[in-house]
């Protein structure tokens, strides 16, 4: 869950945030397209970069996995591709969390707990959470319920929404939030509301069912969790305490899906094998490994492929890398295709230390999946565990001059040239790396220290003294804007 100290640090940010852009909101309108004339979609949008930075930084619970990302971001693209936004540019990421919970924050970012994957039956129920929460970034839900109250400025509204975004993980940590950014009122407005979650509900299930998803994923899962919320009695899921369900909601879901035509809508293979590597990842490697043996033997799950990716995939963990080639020879036999399952055979390879091995099957994946950023990387690091530098130096070139903004790439870019012994363009890399983090100061650290390398031609040199000068700007904007508002 989102811990407290991460929370204290989005305060302190926030609170630079509202004065660093000076705007007020003494005069904000209470609802619509109105509310966006104080916070601007570039506002917001800014505003939602620095808070993903944070928790990219420094919050534990946050999940660098490409593969996990990869998945995600796919399954929310081609629901924004079905939504009534379809160009709004949202992005998605995991929590490691067994709590049902999903989010929506400043600027198009959505947070997705592990628990709600592994709680949802089929996709369309994922789907349907997604959906829902994507239809709170299409109204501005956020936006409009922060300038509810005009008086509040803009620094007042951000520092309200950290602690709602808290509140999303946990109840106590949002008080500690409140309190810290002094807003009283806010208790009251920790969950949207009921005229808010009845749009978000129509609107996403129009999404999801646009998007070819079974109609009855959003009732059937928000019906379960009502089921379980009795359960539970005062301690609620954290997804009902923030997204308060009531009867005439699940009803009102359920019979447009009985009205729908039907439609079987079988579960993408991504899904269940994104479900056996969390479950994986949920308990020790041995104990996986033991779980999805007794799967396999005793023939209970789901999906075959899965049980075996899962399997596979515990005993590369567990480091038994022999058993590992075994099981995943048996799942290769299953003639299925997937990006996950290609990552998981390369890097049995790497870790056996057959690079060249890896390489081949990462060349012959990226064909069949070019924009999976998992395989890219794991191509890179082939290269890379090869000594082939050069070759890695070109291919990452290749791929930052379509993804400009991937740290990753960058961070990548960086271990090339240093261990091709290229001193500048090391630190210049690693600048970048730094700068698409929020990361001002390290990232004119590395300038500098590109600057002082002797293995630069005059235009690479000439090239970092421009985005020192570049950077340094920025610095001292920033610092204006500290004593301005303070």
């Given amino acids: 869950m989102i811990r407290a100290a991460c ?13 660093s852009f000076s705007v007020r909101g003494d005069d904000l309108p209470d609802l619509g397209e109105a509310a966006r004339a104080e916070l601007s979609p570039q506002m917001e949008r800014k505003i939602g970069e620095r808070i993903m930075n944070e928790i990219r930084l420094r919050e534990p619970s946050y999940i660098d996995d490409a593969e996990l990302n990869d998945y995600l971001n796919a399954l929310g693209r081609r629901l924004v591709a079905a939504s009534a936004s379809p ?25 997705v707990n592990t628990g709600t994957v592994l709680t949802s039956q089929s996709e369309s129920e994922l789907a349907g959470v997604l959906a829902h929460e994507i239809s709170h970034v299409m109204q501005n839900h956020l936006a409009r319920q922060m300038a509810k109250e005009k008086q509040n400025s803009i620094a ?36 949207y509301s009921r005229d808010f979650e009845r749009e978000a509900d129509r609107m996403g299930y129009q999404t999801m069912t646009q998007a070819g998803y079974d109609a009855h994923g959003m009732g059937d899962f928000f019906g379960r969790l009502q089921q379980s919320g009795r359960v539970y009695e005062n301690n609620a899921p954290v997804y009902m305490r923030t997204h308060p369900l009531t009867v005439e909601r699940i009803s009102d879901m359920q019979n447009r899906a009985q009205n729908a035509p039907y439609r079987q809508v079988p579960d993408s293979l991504e899904f269940q094998l994104v479900r056996a590597k969390l479950r994986a990842q949920m308990v020790t490697p041995r104990e996986a490994v033991k779980e999805f043996a ?39 036999a299953l003639k299925l295709s997937s990006p996950m399952i290609a990552g998981l055979v390369a890097e049995i390879r790497l870790a056996a230390n057959e690079p060249a091995a890896a390489q081949a099957i990462y060349r012959d994946a990226l064909q069949r999946y070019p924009q999976s950023k998992s395989l890219v990387y794991g191509y890179a690091e082939s290269l890379l565990a090869g000594a082939q530098y050069e070759q890695c130096q070109a291919f990452l070139e290749s791929e930052l ?16 040239y240093a261990a091709a012994g290229k001193r500048l363009q090391q630190h210049r890399a690693q600048a970048e790396f730094y700068y698409l983090q929020g990361q001002l100061g390290p990232a004119v650290e590395q300038l500098q220290f590109a600057q002082k390398a002797a293995d630069g031609t005059f235009f690479e040199q000439s090239a970092v003294d421009a985005r020192l000068r570049e950077l340094r700007k920025e610095q001292a904007e920033e610092a204006k804007q500290k004593r301005e508002g303070g």
């Fill in 401 to 416: 001059q379509l993804y400009s903004s991937d740290y990753k790439l960058y961070g990548l870019q960086a271990k090339a």
């Fill in 294 to 332: 007794a799967q396999l033997r005793e023939k209970k799950y789901a999906s075959e492929a899965a049980a075996r990716y899962g399997l596979a995939y515990s005993l590369l963990r567990a480091k038994d890398l022999a058993t590992a080639q075994r099981e995943v020879t048996a799942l290769i």
């Fill in 7 to 19: 929370v204290a640090t989005w305060i302190a940010m926030v609170a630079f945030l509202g004065t």
């Fill in 156 to 191: 007042s509204m951000i520092a309200m929404a950290v602690g709602i975004l808290a509140a999303r993980a946990n109840s106590q940590v949002a008080n500690a939030a409140i309190a810290s950014a002094q807003a009283g009122s806010i208790q009251a407005q920790l969950a």
């Fill in 87 to 111: 160009a709004r540019d949202c992005q998605f990421f995991f929590v490691r969390d067994s709590t049902v919970n999903a989010f929506a924050m400043f600027g198009g970012f959505i947070g």
